[in-house]
């Protein structure tokens, strides 16, 4: 625990979001579920006094970005805790792991100082060694062959060794070339034998670290492998810059400058074991206080920026539908979990934990509500048949919640997991959603080094909270769990086959097409009778009607049928299943379009009428 930090009050401030002001006005027109005091009160304190963005500031600018085994984190996860607690909610720090070595990323510099000094811009992984320094030296460009190797020896001690980013088809090329006219000669050995020969080089002459390009789009993409020795912790410096700076100190190169460059990186390894924690807080219900809704998000991030997209947001509208609720006083009949999770960056390692540490729970677990897709409006869910009434009736509120920010109840064929902590959850068969949000803009800020603060729209950040509070609200007063039946949606059938096109080009030995003796360039020209011209249709195909599928394929010159048969595969049940609820939807849909038109035309005739 951290003393000094243990008692921050949040920052009040009062702000009136015009979107949200005047929600209550709109109960009256709400159908009788989504009608009561409790929902009259959250939605009158989110909109005249929502706190969400206060909490996004703070996280994003008192703490900053929020590495796993960082000291940053640990302080902000604190915060948190005690944040929890200040709007009376039971709050705690659950350990569930640790580290062998913590990573700190302090300030870094780069810039050209020849031929003319200009500022880069550059990122290294975490968990990487930085400079001790600053750290100056030529820029030296990978050789293309032997000849230039040897001609670059000289200037190797106290190099930055520039990298090529090279394609498959570069690289084939590359090896082309170092065979040249000799028929006999193995291309890609050849060019391992001089990337080996480079590597032994620069290890002789100490060089100062190497430099690789970024994608060509400007952005830096922060990542990092926390699986560190600390007996053996990285040495090599390994820089990424931003491409487009990358490919204009290669023109100065090519132009026959000699460039130099300078690196002052200060990362460093903390050493461990790091102690990881997930910050747990409960809302405790009056009538059945050992089932839950948890609402949930991780508070880690990458750090390459602040963090706060990923998921400050989703962080700041668990801690806000946390004040909304239990800072008015109210009491579910379930009780509501809040969790914000560490280690989702490095594989959902928080939230794998925590079902783990909590299995004898999970099926007193109604419903995991995850939020980890950005910033943008929440704008629906997905549910399946055997939920739908539930959701109907809990999201009735939250549609009617602000005309510019529809919301909608979608229903699927089930729930796939994901890649974020709601996945640890439906992996043991509890039901995890996470929110659909339109991604517009958010691969620009997605573990690059614009996760600022900026990028988050307060009116959307508000709303996101009140969709989050209602609905968490919603899922603890209703009079059971939500429903499993038929939950997990089928694993699409795999034929086992890398496609090209509609060629294949890789057979995966052991599965079904390598059974069926399928080749390497094998075309599929169709499926049961319908033609597949493409990938994409070939893909659609196989997943359509019954258990065996009939092929045709061209092989060389002549055409070969083919049969892969599923009906011994587990998923195949679930799948026919699957398929009769998709009829069923369709059906309804198309019911539901003619009652619509009927009921317009009835409208046109009635005014015709007047
Ligand atoms: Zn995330």
Known sequence: MHPARAQIPVPAMKRRLGCLVGLTLLAAHLPAAAQSPALDEVRRVAGEDNRVQDHLRVLTRRYGPRLTGSEVLYDAQVWALETFRSFGLEARLERWGEFPVGFHRGPSSARVTAPAERELECITRCWSAGTLGP????????????????????????????GRRLGRDERRAWERELAGDDEGADGTRLLEELEEAFDAACEEA????????????????TGGNHRVDPDDLPEEVSITLRGDQFREVMEDIEAGHEVRLEFDIDNRFVPGPIDLYNVIADLEGTEFPDEYVIVQAHIDSWDGAQGACDNGTGTSTTLEAARLL???????????????????????????????????????????????????????????????????????????????????????????????????FVNK?????????????????????HDTFEYADADDQAFNATVVALSAWGFAQLDGLVDRTNMRAPQPRRMGIQLDGNRVARVTPGMRAAEAGWKVDDVILSIDGVETTSRGKVVRELQQGGPSKSFVLR??????????DYSDDPDEPRRKEAAVERGRRRERRARERAERRRGQAGDEEGSEDG
């Open 135 to 162: 750290v100056e030296g030529r820029a030296v460009v990978t050789p293309r062959n032997h000849e230039e190797l040897e001609a670059l020896r000289a200037d190797l001690p106290g190099a930055w060794i520039l």
């Open 429 to 449: 068969g509890v039901p995890g959603f996470h929110w659909i949000q339109n991604q517009e803009g958010y691969r620009h800020v997605h573990h690059t080094q």
């Open 326 to 424: 239990a800072g008015l006083g109210l009491r579910p009949r379930r009780t509501i979990r809040f969790i914000l999770y560490g280690g989702e960056e490095q594989g959902l390692l928080g939230s794998a934990a925590y079902v783990e540490q909590h299995a004898e729970e999970l099926e007193r677990v109604s419903i995991v509500l995850n939020h980890d897709n950005g910033p943008n409006p929440l704008k629906g869910i997905s549910a399946t048949e055997a939920m739908l009434a539930d959701f109907e009736r809990v999201f009735a509120p939250v549609k009617e919640l602000d005309s510019e920010r529809p919301f909608e109840v979608l229903e699927g064929d089930g729930i796939r997991g994901g890649a974020s902590d709601h996945a640890s």
């Open 206 to 221: 100490g060089i100062a670290g190497r430099v690789r390009s970024g994608p060509a789009d400007g952005l830096l993409v």
């Open 555 to 564: 092989r060389g010159e002549e055409e070969v049928a083919s049969t892969l």
